[in-house]
């Protein structure tokens, strides 16, 4: 059974810095491609970065210079390192895993529980 578990979240000052961080345990962490999304109330599930098993990796153009997503495969775990953040992006962040290379959450198969980020002015 897969299992992916953020963890990292919390409250941060706008222009502050947090690093998300999300284990899988279940399958073969260094052959699959992980992503990070995040959901504001009411609103779509957005996405925010993606890294490849090779390493290669996407980001939205919003999060561009500001964020950096990179991956540990001997710990089966993603980051999400988040700079300057804006209060804008107060959501819950979530990791997921997909065999594809997609920003189309349709594409990935499991979920972590969500991670909840609050940036304060």
């Known amino acids: 059974q897969v299992h992916l578990v953020e963890s990292g979240g919390g409250l941060v000052q706008a222009g502050g810095s947090l690093r998300l961080s999300c284990v899988l345990s279940g399958r073969t962490f260094s052959m699959l491609n992980m992503g990070w999304f995040r959901q504001a109330p009411g609103k779509e599930r957005e996405f925010v970065s993606q890294i490849g098993w090779g390493g290669g990796t996407n980001y939205v153009d919003s999060v561009k210079g500001r964020f950096t997503i990179s991956r540990d495969n001997a710990k089966s775990t993603v980051y999400l390192q988040m700079d300057s953040l804006k209060i804008e992006e107060r959501d819950v962040y979530y990791c997921?895993?997909?065999?594809?290379?997609?920003?189309?959450?349709?594409?990935?198969?499991?979920w972590g529980q969500g991670a909840q980020v609050t940036v304060a002015s």
């Open positions: 997921a895993t997909t065999t594809n290379w997609s920003a189309n959450p349709d594409r990935y198969n499991f």
